[in-house]
């Protein structure tokens, strides 16, 4: 018989420890053991309440046990629906793809498919490359340099984190790695928008050298918002020259909206900004209504599977559909979208007034509420691209001043230096003040009053 030592943080992190993968991430760095959560709140086993500005990694749309969300789950239970279905259709399935279509740009919508993938982001990203393989009959993916498509083995090969990798032999060949116009650190070391036109003009003579060394490829992928790699949003004006660029070759360009989609970046998915329409989208995180859901949606002529060509047992998550449904539902009906945006704006504002008195941050980013905080090392020489050098100690020194005062945010972008802000859509405007007067009051207890 197992027996629960007292409750605490530090027993149930340390029964964690003994018990648990050496793999887990987030309780090193918020080490806490959550009892209760709701809206944009959690409560640990020891009383004290945080505010939650990472909200499942952008999964939590409507924060914690949103009330719309947990209605659909009681309604599933008090109505016998089944819980499991494979891929067999249900009326709730129907629905949740009839809500999901009518989300699309007409144009989108009018020519969309939908394949249900594994409860994970990482399988349908799986599945949007074994799509566009089979649709080419290619074998090349185009991806970029600080993308994150997940953790599986395919997916590991088109992101850009060399540490998961390192280890991990016999990645998925024919992968190349594109530069993305990270503006604060251009790869070309040129500010402005000089820098991505670069970045376009590179990659154009890149596909169109006979001697460039890739072969033709089976797609492009790309975010519109770089999320793990710390928040760097695309220049429009570059996303509208990959989607050209990549039409004119009739090359599926894939856009991962895993974490920006659904209502984050202040449009219903990020790639709207651009006034661009993919060929493939891929969704997670939001679209399950904080449940495991995750699907791919592309244009007909893709379609070239055949039957089991993508299987998944849990593909089939009802309670998922219902809740995700009624997520989507609320986030239009109350103007998320919109409120994103505003709320987004306001964070910026605030962070930028405090980086005005804090060098050390470099940089203050992001669409919506989906932000990026890069602090750097002002004791050192600026490089060719004008910033500073990365300082993830004082990145992860102010994440840890943050969590003392009850904010929950996490760290990423090269070198772990950026601190993200990812909170749920439902953040009120007080909230938002309130947040930033504790990373500001973080950020002064680190570097001091000035």
Not at 40 to 67: M, Q
Not at 206 to 221: C, Q
Not at 227 to 232: A, C, L, T
Not at 404 to 418: A, F, K
Request: hydrophobic residues 35%.
């Amino acid at each position: 018989m197992i027996v629960m030592e007292k409750t605490s943080n530090k027993s149930l992190l340390a029964q964690q420890e003994r018990r648990e993968s050496n793999a887990r991430s987030y309780p090193r760095r918020i080490p806490i053991a959550i009892e209760e959560a709701e809206g944009i709140f959690v409560t640990d086993v020891e009383g004290k309440r945080y505010y939650d500005c990472l909200a499942g990694a952008g999964t939590l749309a409507l924060g914690h046990n949103h009330p719309v969300v947990i209605k659909a789950m009681e309604q599933i239970i008090q109505d016998k629906r089944p819980l499991h279905t494979l891929d067999l259709t249900t009326p709730v399935k129907e629905e949740f793809v009839s809500e999901m279509f009518s989300s699309l740009p007409d144009q989108l919508r009018d020519r969309a498919k939908i394949q249900f993938c594994g409860p994970t982001g990482g399988d349908a990203i799986e599945a949007a490359l074994k799509l566009v393989k089979t649709a080419t009959g290619k074998s090349s993916i185009l991806t970029f340099q600080g993308g994150y498509h997940g953790s599986t083995h395919g997916t590991m090969a088109i992101s850009g984190n060399l540490g998961p990798k390192e280890r991990v032999q016999g990645l998925i060949p024919n992968v190349h790695f594109l530069p993305y116009p990270y503006e604060y650190r251009c790869p070309f070391g040129i500010k402005g928008e000089e820098g991505h036109k670069i970045s376009s003009r590179y990659i154009e003579n890149l596909l169109d050298d006979p001697e460039s060394g890739i072969l033709p490829p089976a797609a492009m992928i790309l975010e519109v918002v770089q999320g793990e790699g710390g928040s760097v949003p695309a220049p429009l004006g570059w996303l509208q020259e990959m989607r050209r660029i990549t039409k004119e070759r009739g090359i599926p360009l894939i856009i991962d909206e895993i974490q920006t989609g659904i209502g984050r970046t202040g449009k219903f998915f990020a790639f709207e900004h651009a006034g661009i329409l993919p060929d493939v989208i891929v969704l997670s995180k939001a679209i399950g209504g904080s449940l495991p859901l995750s699907v791919v949606i592309y244009d007909k002529d893709l379609d070239q599977w055949e039957p089991g060509a993508h299987i998944g047992t849990f593909r089939g998550n009802q309670m998922a559909m219902a809740t995700g449904t009624a997520t989507l539902r609320h986030i239009k009906d109350k103007n998320l979208t919109e409120h994103a945006d505003r709320m987004g704006d306001k964070f910026q504002v605030l962070l930028k007034e405090l980086q005005e008195k804090y060098p050390e941050i470099g940089d203050v980013r992001g669409r919506g509420l989906m932000i990026g905080v890069e602090m750097v090392d002002i004791s050192k020489a600026q490089a060719s691209n004008g910033s500073h050098p990365a300082n993830p100690g004082l990145a992860s020194q102010v994440q840890r001043e943050c969590f003392n005062r009850g904010l929950i945010l996490e760290v990423g972008g090269r070198h772990g230096c950026v601190v993200r802000v990812l909170p749920p859509l439902i953040i009120t405007e007080q909230q938002v003040d309130e947040v930033a007067s504790i990373f500001k009051n973080a950020v002064t207890a680190v570097l001091g009053e000035r």
